[in-house]
């Protein structure tokens, strides 16, 4: 069991953050932002959403601040760590919440109070918001289901349905995709890729003895620079042989462990770092990739500003049919508040073995739901004054 801070540091260095109790306004970290690409900060400053997205690290410890007077009579569960209404996704067979770069142990509040502040902020983009309080409420009545029946079974929401209709794209088109998003890598970096794969493959073949000789054989490799919230993360797409020779390859996303350290009422580190991610995924996700491993520092050295050790790194398989949701996607109310309801769902029932946690977080949620619907507009409020700071408004 992690240890919870009862109190929250007043100045929080590790992560160079926003200073909101005096401020009053959710910054970015200064680091993420003077990294960002010219084309993301544009995006920032034109879309609350996207800035949500990107703050996710100060967002985090304001709610930590928030409610630190609670944490200590809080069970530990597994978080997302980064729920909000666009980390939905589906596949050919599989849907739900995705992306947990960022998952770790603590307080529910964590998710909860992320997830309402995204449906206010879509909510308000989509011309919504005298709907927000019946999209919390919806929220609420399926994390309920989710803590009380966790091997509920739920119904595939109807924009799932809709969007899985329309044409999806071949597997040449797929591998046409990735390679386009493969940015170069100088000759050393990429050569260190090819041979710290070797190291990858080994720990692949712990679980998956079935995948046969050749198969991480690199054909291509690059950096990838997409994302939001992960913008200052490093990345690498590889493209790998597959299976056989002919036209099944395979893309495998390699990402350097985001650093959590500093967000007070969440669990530190885990050894190694990846181990949280790979819980996360073990745990919350729907949506399986058919190669997963974690590791240690890998595939490419780190910046000469930094610890050669400082990370770990994590590696997953591109499934060729995923597809993410945007908001845009959102033909109705009813479409969001499905989303939400089965997102809710989905993080109600994190631990299903574990009935006592469940129980004391079914008590403690139905205890603080008010306060976690008034702290969440006033977060939601710092968070827009940040963003208007930064969009000149």
Known sequence: MMRLHRTVLA?????????????????????????????????????????????NRAWTARVCETLADVVADMPVLRLHGDAHVEQYAFTKDAWGLVDFDDSTRGPEFVDIVRFLGSIDLAASQRGWAHERDALWDRFFAGYRIGLTNPRHRPVEPEIIRRLRAQKQLTRVAFLAVAESQM???????????????DAFEGLVRRDRRDL??????????????????????????????????????VILEAKEVSNLDGVTCVEARTTPPALRIADGTRQLSRLKHDVFAI??????AAPADREEHTLDWWLASWEPSYREI?????????DLGDIIYDSAMQLGANEP?????????????????????KETSVIVEEL???WRELAGR
Do not use: C
């Open 326 to 334: 945007h908001l845009s996607d959102l033909r109705s109310v009813k």
């Open 295 to 300: 590791g240690p520092t890998l595939l490419v």
């Open 183 to 197: 940015q170069p890598m100088d000759e050393a970096t990429s050569k260190l890729v090819v041979a710290n794969m």
């Open 11 to 55: 100045t929080i260095s590790i992560i160079g953050a926003a200073q909101p109790s005096s401020q009053g306004q959710i910054r970015p970290l200064p680091s993420a932002l003077a990294s960002a690409p010219a084309l993301l900060v544009d995006r920032l400053r034109a879309d609350p959403f996207t800035y949500f997205r990107f703050v």
């Open 212 to 249: 046969p000789a050749g198969y991480f054989i690199v054909k291509h490799a690059g950096w990838l620079r997409i994302g939001v919230g992960s913008a200052a993360t490093r990345k690498v797409l590889i493209r790998v042989q597959g299976a056989t020779a002919a036209d099944d390859d």
């Open 353 to 373: 073995t574990d009935s006592t946690s469940r129980k004391q977080a079914l008590s403690s949620v139905v205890r603080l739901e008010g306060r976690l619907r």
């Open 384 to 386: 827009l004054a940040g």
